[in-house]
């Protein structure tokens, strides 16, 4: 696993590690991020702005959001 802090201490990782650290699929946060739970900037970084770029994932931000999603309910009513 290789971790990455910036100066304020935050661990940012690569997809692979961050799906691990926050027990999610890629596909998770994917979703997330394209659904707009996830900010560029303080949840994710990306490293170039073509495909072939990484993203890098602020692991405690992400778990934050994760921690207080809730699945829609089938009436659309969120819990």
Request: glycine content about 10%.
């Amino acid at each position: 696993m290789s971790l990455k802090k910036n100066n304020s201490g935050a661990i940012w990782l690569k997809t692979p590690d961050a799906v691990t650290a926050c027990g999610v699929s890629r596909d998770t946060l994917r979703r997330r991020r394209m659904e707009g739970f996830f900010v560029e900037g303080t949840h994710y970084l990306r490293t170039s702005p073509g495909r072939s770029g990484w993203y890098l994932w602020n692991v405690e931000k992400v778990l934050e959001v994760l921690g207080n999603w809730r699945a829609p309910q089938a009436n659309g009513v969120t819990k």
